[in-house]
């Protein structure tokens, strides 16, 4: 065998079809897409999304039940009743936790009576809403009411697309004990309706996606519906739509060319905008830059402005690289930028007078700017009030672009004493400080904080300096485990790109994203044969983004007994 | 039934003056009421990030006759009404396989006392019942909210946890579940919309029957009915995760009927208007609080719950700026870990005491018969630390105010001297036999008639507490 971890996927996919609907009428349906698709896994499993082999230690790992979260959730409604609803706002959805750096993953996403509650009110909220609406309405009811097999026939319909699978009848004959409920009451079967609608989406299998383990301890390939949802919340965070249902029902999703398809698809379709949003605010971390308070005495040119106008530089500097008009390399090497006037001018672009309100693309001076190290968002979040930190900028590439982040520090270790006289730059006072500390404190720092003390021309608002107070800034160095020198940005960032572990943290970061799920070393292997073709193969996002959703961990599933 | 009776008035503070005005004033109760006229309540405030102790200690070796401390002092009109209590220590925090993580070891394992899983060894969250959740298991189902979980801060949202330990540790005093962390509310309105909004009012006809209630009682039982078939499909994990939801499901379900069959208790108690929406998070930080306390003090006058937590802040993720405090420039961690700025620490030490004792005088207040509703509380003030430099889990500072329905003799300073020898634990920074929060735990607990013989558990199993805090007995 070739593969093989893989022969026991075959396995388990086969019985699993062979007992058609042993799982039940909801799911055994969506079993008989996977068995279809199980002899087309055979051969494509085998090859990624380049036709290069994927590794054979790939194995798919486990994802926990993963709840909507509330992007998820409010898109979902958009996408179901057709009304940008976004109940998480008005409804006050407490807040998701977040599980390795995205804020997706199954295992730490809860739900306490409050959530449940929430849900409920909003479910309702989102019912009435959407009845109130004649469009919406209209989509949600295409039957007369007052035929008898009007409500069974809108909650099927609904139930199909809420719960992203086939629905069978006898699954919603207890939703439909509410028409009768309504009807007791002295109320319409369209409030009767209403109320069955809206346990449609309190129900699990509209807040979660679902993925059952009809059989334990085994590898099995996901069901074309299950793989639909999973390609939909990874690219659009939020429902398939019927070119998606239709793949799963045709048993397209269950090979590599038929996810390569609707990846291909869905990236451009506008939803893709929620992916790239991820990539910015999660990978990149600008969730954190509203929290950015620069000391205003100390950085007169600051203005709180700024935040969102590096924000909006990274969000349309990613874009490119999100659509592929961009190499992924140029996250760090890029020789040009996004900037209005008022970014400009603070960043001292020669040309910032010729820029108005709106952001264009301008080209940069290479040894000062371009890539996201030398942007404000970076170099703003990495910073303290009143000064930058190499440490934290340091910690920030290892733990976001390559993926080795250093260990947790000491429990007692005292802030730098800004006040103690000190002569020198912060660079030279943090060396000597870490030089008579332990060796805990410097053999970590030894690692971390090169590559910060590269970026020492950059002040903590992200002003360009050649002075750090009356003393020059020392931007050379040695990266760490390597004979590689480097003196400045231009350099570390090109040192960055060439080092593999870069390109296979991209694929790790989609990884986690993608699976909602955190990797463990038995992903690995995988995760750096797709950086190495990443790279290889000009470093082209949309090419990992589909090898990502066509890998075996993204179509396959780790059972677990009941 | 036992309808509320309730009456609306303006209150200024719903118009955005942020001055003391009285919030609420309570009524005699009705004599008719047939539950307790008094019910004992629970409420956990947490104040992030430890206190600066040379200043919050009091001196000498405790007893009645003490003198408050400096960052005691603004607890000074109150000072019969509470006990400070020194030397409590944190054993389960220390507990741990990996380095780091140490304020969400503490703050997780708070009023758990159950050791927090490693990140490394275990599954993302790991931790035991709360004490508010195992009260509020009891009493909770005589109320029409079997808790209230508020705070100021939803989630950390940077991105950043600390050390890899998930921010639900440091997020969450409160756990239903091991896996179940009970989040707060933190909008001041949608607290009051959930609370208070659907009350009944004073001189309404009461319904003869519910039938909202009624409707959203059936959709929760066809999504439990449904979702039984559901949880035999999934594996072992996903089911314990889909148990996570109908479990709250079902609290909620639990919840509405008392509401159809008019089963719950109530005080008679005035609701003022709304307060300001803050979903932005927009409030002055101080508004913030004390909006805050005066919803606590109103649920537990109006008796729609008895059991409470309260987050001022979120320790070690630090994205809130002090600069509104003269002589404070930054935030609350990173100035706890600064070799010279306890000034600043003390400062912000002291605002939150403040704070604490704007609550203490709501809850003092609100009368009720010949009592307070603070006489009929156990209300705790604590952190996840002693010495926040230090990360010290051995001396946990703990104020426990209200007299528990006149269980708890008051007034007092309680010293436990540590135990000898150093800490331990992968930091170092607690001690097995130092007397644990767990035997204070367990005290409240048997306040409120529930006699469990242990409190929380170590690494190995053993429970952390078998026997109460007797200075605490009346």
């Not at chain 1, 800034?473 to 003196?487: I, Y």
């Not at chain 2, 409160?174 to 609370?195: A, E, H, M, Y």
Request: charged share 20%; net charge negative; glycine share 8%.
């Amino acid at each position: 065998m070739r593969f093989p971890k893989l022969s026991a996927a075959l396995l388990a996919t086969v019985a699993f079809g062979c007992e058609g609907g042993s799982p039940g009428a909801n799911h055994g349906a969506a079993g008989s897409t996977a068995a279809g698709g199980a002899s087309a896994v055979g051969g494509s499993a085998a090859t990624g999304g380049t036709g290069t082999p994927i590794s054979p230690d790939a194995v798919p790992g486990r994802v926990t039940l993963r709840r909507l979260n509330a992007r998820e959730y409010d898109n979902t409604i958009r996408d179901l009743v057709g009304l940008d609803l976004k109940p998480s706002m008005s409804q006050q959805f407490p807040a998701d936790e977040w599980g390795d750096g995205f804020d997706n993953d199954g295992d730490v996403l809860t739900t306490s009576s409050l959530s449940s509650e929430k849900y409920l009110n909003a479910a309702q909220a989102v019912v009435k809403a959407a009845l109130a609406d004649a469009g919406a309405r209209a989509k949600l009811i295409t039957c007369n009411i007052a035929d008898a097999a009007c409500p069974a026939t809108a909650l099927g319909e609904l139930a199909r697309r809420a719960w992203r699978r086939p629905v069978a009848a006898d699954e919603l004959a207890p939703y439909l004990t509410l028409v009768d409920l309504a009807k007791t009451k002295g109320d319409t079967d369209e409030v009767g309706l209403g109320l069955a609608m809206a346990a449609v989406l309190t129900s699990p299998d509209f807040l979660f996606l679902v993925e059952p383990d009809p059989m334990p301890n085994v590898v099995r390939q996901l069901t074309g519906f299950e793989q639909a949802a999973r390609l939909s919340y990874f690219l659009w965070s939020s429902m398939p739509d019927e070119a998606l249902f239709q793949a799963a029902a045709q048993g397209k999703l269950g090979q590599v060319a038929g996810i390569t398809e609707q990846v291909q698809r869905m990236l451009g379709d506008p939803k893709a905008s929620a992916f790239g949003e991820v990539l910015v605010s999660e990978w990149m971390q600008t969730v954190a830059l509203k929290y950015a308070e620069p000391n205003a005495t100390i950085f007169p040119n600051w203005k709180p402005t700024l935040r969102d106008a590096m924000e909006q530089e990274l969000r349309l500097f990613l874009a490119p690289i999100v659509s592929g008009a961009a190499p992924t390399s140029d996250l760090l090497g890029a020789t040009y930028t996004y900037a209005n006037q008022e970014l400009a001018t603070f960043y001292g672009l020669p040309n910032a007078a010729s820029l108005g309100d709106q952001f264009t693309k301008v080209d940069v001076d290479v040894s000062r700017r371009g890539g996201v190290l030398r942007q404000g968002s970076f170099l703003v979040l990495t910073s303290h009030p009143d000064r930058n930190s190499p440490t934290r900028r340091g910690k920030w590439i290892l733990d976001r672009l390559l993926c080795s982040p250093p260990p947790p520090p000491p429990a007692t270790v005292p802030a730098l004493d800004t006040n103690a006289p000190f002569e020198g730059t912060l660079r030279q006072r943090l060396e000597q400080l870490h030089k008579n500390a332990s060796t805990t404190c410097s053999g970590c720092h030894a690692i971390v904080d090169p590559m910060g003390f590269a970026l020492e021309n950059y002040d903590a608002v992200g002003q360009w300096r050649d002075m750090d107070g009356k003393y020059p800034v020392d931007a050379t160095g040695t990266l760490p485990g390597t004979s590689v020198t480097f003196n400045g940005a231009a350099d570390v960032t090109k040192a960055i790109v060439a080092d593999p572990r870069f390109a296979a943290c991209v694929a790790k970061q989609l990884m986690v994203f993608g699976l909602g799920r955190k990797v463990t070393d038995a992903d690995k292997p995988l995760l750096n044969s797709l950086g190495d073709q990443f790279s290889k193969n000009g470093w082209k996002l949309p090419e990992l983004t589909q090898m990502v959703a066509s890998s075996v961990p993204m179509m396959f599933r780790q059972t677990e007994a009941q | 039934m036992k309808p509320f009776r309730l009456s609306r008035r303006a209150c200024l503070r719903g118009a955005g003056v942020a001055i003391a005005l009285p919030f609420l004033e309570i009524m005699q109760p009705p004599k008719a009421a047939a539950q307790a006229a008094n019910p004992l309540r629970f409420l956990c405030v947490y104040s992030p990030n430890g206190f600066y102790m040379p200043q919050w200690t009091p001196a000498g070796n405790g007893g009645a006759s003490y003198t408050l401390s400096t960052l005691l002092s603004p607890l000074e009109p109150y000072k019969a009404d509470f006990n400070v209590i020194t030397g409590l220590g944190n054993y389960t925090a220390s507990i741990s396989n990996i380095f780091g993580g140490s304020h969400s070891r503490s703050c997780g394992s708070l009023l758990t006392q159950c050791p927090i899983a490693s990140p490394d060894v275990s599954k993302d969250i790991q931790n035991g019942v709360s004490l508010d959740q195992i009260i509020a298991g009891t009493v909770g189902k005589q109320t029409r909210f079997a808790s209230m979980e508020v705070g100021t801060h939803a989630s950390s949202t940077t991105g950043n946890c600390e050390d890899s330990f998930s921010c639900a540790y440091n997020n969450n005093i409160s756990w239903s579940g091991p896996t179940t962390p009970q989040v707060k509310q933190v909008n001041p309105l949608d607290i009051f919309n959930r609370f208070f909004k659907d009350l009944p009012t004073m001189g309404a006809p009461m319904p003869t029957e519910n039938k909202d209630a009624l409707y959203q009682k059936s959709i929760l039982d066809v999504v439990l009915q449904h979702s039984e078939a559901l949880k035999g499909k999934l594996g072992k994990t996903d089911r314990a995760k889909l148990e996570e939801y109908l479990t709250a499901v079902r609290e909620v379900e639990m919840r509405i009927a008392r509401l159809v069959d008019g089963s719950v208790a109530g005080h008679e108690c005035n609701v003022p208007a709304p307060p300001k929406d803050s979903s932005a998070m927009t409030l002055p930080f101080q508004e913030h609080l004390d909006t805050l306390s005066d919803l606590i003090a109103l649920a537990f006058q109006c008796d729609i719950t008895r059991v409470g937590t309260y987050m001022f802040e979120h320790s070690f993720v630090d994205t809130r700026s002090f600069s509104f405090l003269p002589g404070v420039t930054g935030r609350h961690h990173e100035i706890t870990h600064s070799d010279n700025a306890s000034d600043q620490e003390v400062k912000i030490n002291t605002f939150y005491v403040q704070r604490f004792a704007y609550l203490l005088s709501k809850l003092k207040a609100a009368t009720e018969g010949d009592s307070s509703v603070l006489d009929n509380s156990i209300v705790y003030f604590t952190s996840e630390f002693g010495n926040a430099h230090l990360h010290d889990m051995r001396n946990v500072p703990m104020v426990v105010a209200g007299k528990a329905g006149g269980k708890f003799k008051t007034g007092q300073h309680i010293v436990y001297p540590l135990a000898p020898g150093d800490g331990a634990g992968v930091d170092g920074r607690g001690n097995r036999d130092d007397v644990q929060l767990a035997r204070l735990h367990l005290t409240t607990l048997h306040a409120f008639d529930m006699m469990q013989p242990s409190f929380g558990h170590d690494e190995k199993g053993a429970p952390m507490a078998t026997t109460t805090l007797s200075e605490l007995s009346a």
